[in-house]
Nanobody
Framework: VQLQAFGGGLVQAGGSLRLSCVAS????????MGWYRQAPGKQRELVAR???????NYADSVKGRFTISRDNPKMAVWLQMNSLEPEDTAVYYCNALLSFHSPPRNYWGQGTLVTVSS
């Protein structure tokens, strides 16, 4: 199983970035796909999740600014990040979760660094 995340970089506050994650080795359509982030000295936190039924949820801090999308045939998930703030600086991780499997199958990408300058 591989989750390849890319698209991070350095951007000024107010700018935009689009993160991409391409999966292989899983039946992509069966997985919940999500983006998490971890800032220096902080715990990893959920940013956005796209469920199998098409619903999504977002961390309060990114609602209205970030949008998660997915394409099952392409086995890809994206995170469009607009109006970026310095507080969004973190390593962003792609996640694939098969929650109904016992035990759950949970996979992580390698992370892509987003740095937002003020």
């Amino acid at each position: 199983v591989q989750l390849q995340a890319f698209g991070g970089g350095l951007v000024q506050a107010g700018g935009s970035l689009r993160l991409s994650c391409v999966a292989s080795g899983i039946i992509f359509s069966m997985y919940e796909m999500g983006w998490y982030r971890q800032a220096p000295g902080k715990q990893r936190e959920l940013v956005a999740r796209y469920f199998r039924d098409g619903t999504t949820n977002y961390a309060d801090s990114v609602k209205g600014r970030f949008t998660i999308s997915r394409d099952n045939p392409k086995m890809a998930v994206w995170l469009q990040m607009n109006s970026l703030e310095p507080e969004d600086t973190a390593v962003y991780y792609c996640n694939a979760l098969l929650s109904f499997h016992s035990p759950p199958r949970n996979y992580w990408g390698q992370g892509t660094l987003v740095t937002v300058s003020s």
